[in-house]
């Protein structure tokens, strides 16, 4: 079953529409003067004689909820737009049409699982639950949540969009599902499963593999083998290491550990939400691949960053040296105008620095922001005086990016960052790259310090996030169901948040979610206590 477009299926309902109007339905005519005043003297006869396909557009539009038909279209081509950048996954372009559209979820079904809105997809399975398998894009709703890069964002997020595979899963979904990367070759079927390894989303393949996928991994690395045979070679011979092996196990077996589980926990522990650096920028890995030249070190991915860049602010500075080894260019930039050196100074990688700057790295670009939030996250507070002592405006410099430093160091409950960040003028009521401020992140995670820290510096409590539209007490709420052993610290960010102020009402959610509808029963119960 293949879905059309919103804007499709509205077409074809407004030529319906029009048709039964003109021929003098009562029905059809009272749902169009409904939607439209200056129809409401007329009388039906001269309603069906006068009436325009304008009409019936305007009509429906304002069913929809919007002031006009070029509302409604826009609105449809941002959900079009947002999910052929899931399926190309295109983190930035996916975030930038979200950002663009955030009721998007309310609209698409395929959008709001790969969102992470089990709310909404449940909402929209009540209603037609055929939807369960239904393709769009030769993507089912399923294999949008499975290859969604937006669990990255957050961890609420990471957990919503487990939630919403579960949530398919038990409606029918067929977890053996798999979409063609090339529609004309049967031979590039990509089965749920490997969306999820190929998005590094861990919770979620192991999720279908309780529910009894196999993972074939002969056949896809045979099929890799034989597309990239020296790339594929090199992380043969990297993950064949007994080191890398171990550490891997390592980590499966947290998982593996809740296998049969009904609530597979863990959504919030993957690297990108508890790990000061990503994984897998070791010397042992990029070696034999750029030797082999299996790797090109300038090569720019989708958002615009080369993978030298990555080494710069992520990996160690032997592999900042191997990059430069192998003709990484250091005058290379970012999209928007950041060299290697400064995105090593904003990482805080002053060994990084040192090797970028011997190899004849220049501050082109380089502006006192950078500095500033590189020596936050070192925690470094002399030299946070010193660039605040030469730069004293420096903190107006901010960007998004830069709060979302502030959000990611609240989420891992860095208090000396944040406390340091805070103190040198950084707003904690400002949104980061993912939405939400450093309250929402850290009543999600329950640290309790982090909490009244950021109450402490004024953190606004009823501002809601931009992607499920709540405030940071639901975020507490929801983050009690998913984080184990959470009961007591849940409870007392909830009081802290009461206290300081926290409205029921900022914290039901854009689709009409209550809070403690998201909550452990405990949470729940407390929050009905308060009176709220």
């Given amino acids: 079953m ?12 407004a030529k319906s529409l029009l048709k039964q109007c003109r021929s003098g339905d009562a029905e059809a005519i009272s749902r169009v003067r409904s939607q439209l005043p200056r129809l409401q003297d007329l009388e039906d006869r001269r309603i069906s004689e006068t009436i325009k396909l304008a009409d019936i557009h305007h009509a429906l539009a304002r069913e929809k909820g919007h002031e006009s038909w070029g509302d409604l279209k826009r609105d449809d081509s941002l959900i079009e737009q947002f999910l052929v950048a899931i399926r190309g996954t295109a983190f930035k372009e996916a ?13 698409s079904i395929h959008a ?15 209603r037609d639950p055929s939807l369960v398998n239904a393709a769009h894009g030769g993507w089912t709703p399923l294999l949008y949540a499975c290859g969604s890069l937006l669990s990255r964002v957050s961890a609420r997020q990471s957990a919503g969009i487990l939630e919403c595979v579960t949530l398919l899963l038990d409606r029918g979904a067929d977890p053996n599902t798999f979409a063609l990367a090339d529609p004309s070759d049967p031979e590039t079927a990509i089965p749920a499963i490997r969306r999820a390894f190929m998005c590094a989303n861990m919770p979620i393949a192991m999720r279908l593999m309780q529910r009894g996928v196999k993972l074939d991994a002969k056949q896809w690395v045979s099929t890799m083998q034989q597309k990239q045979p020296v790339m594929t070679g090199a992380f043969l011979e990297y993950f064949g290491s007994p080191a890398v092996r171990e550490q891997f196990e390592n980590r499966m077996e947290g998982f593996r550990q809740q296998k049969g589980q009904g609530q597979l926990m ?13 994984p897998m920028m070791h010397i042992e890995m990029f070696r034999p691949l750029l030797e082999r030249k299996a790797l090109d070190p300038n090569k720019t991915g989708i958002n615009g960053h080369s993978m030298f860049h990555q080494a710069a602010q992520n990996g160690t500075s032997e592999v900042v040296n191997l990059f430069l080894d192998h003709g990484a260019n250091l005058e290379h930039r970012t999209p928007d105008g950041k060299t290697a050196l400064v995105l090593a100074i904003r990482a805080g990688k ?8 011997a190899r004849g790295a220049t501050n082109a670009g380089l502006r006192p ?3 500033l939030v590189g020596a936050c996250i070192r925690a470094d507070a002399g030299d946070v005086q010193a660039i605040l002592r030469s730069h004293p405006h420096a903190v107006s410099q901010a960007s998004v990016e830069d709060v979302e430093v502030l959000v990611r160091a609240a989420a891992t409950n860095i208090l000396d960052r944040v406390k340091l960040m805070l103190s040198c003028g950084f707003d904690p009521g400002q949104f980061g790259e993912g939405g939400v401020t450093a309250l929402h992140a850290a009543a999600w995670h329950g640290h309790v310090e982090m909490v009244r820290l950021l109450l402490e510096f004024h953190a606004p409590v ?6 499920f ?8 709420a929801h983050g009690s169901k998913h984080r184990i052993s959470a009961e007591d610290d849940s409870c007392a960010i909830v009081n802290e948040l009461i206290d300081a102020g926290a409205d029921y009402e900022a914290a039901v959610s854009r689709s009409g979610v209550r809070p403690e509808d998201i909550a452990i029963e405990r949470v729940a119960v407390l929050l009905r206590e308060k009176g709220l």
Avoid: Y
């Fill in 2 to 13: 293949s879905v059309p477009s919103n804007l499709e299926f509205l077409r074809k309902e």
């Fill in 95 to 107: 975030q930038r049409t979200l950002a663009a559209l955030p009721e998007m979820a309310s609209e």
């Fill in 112 to 126: 709001a699982s790969a969102i992470g809105d089990p709310e909404t997809v449940a909402q929209h399975l009540d």
């Fill in 266 to 278: 863990g959504a919030d522990k993957w690297w990108f939400h508890t790990r000061a650096e990503p």
């Fill in 350 to 357: 002053n060994l990084n620095v040192d090797v970028l700057r």
């Fill in 369 to 371: 922001i950078d500095e």
């Fill in 462 to 467: 009823n501002l809601r996030d931009e992607t």
């Fill in 469 to 476: 539209g709540s405030s940071p007490l639901a975020w507490a």
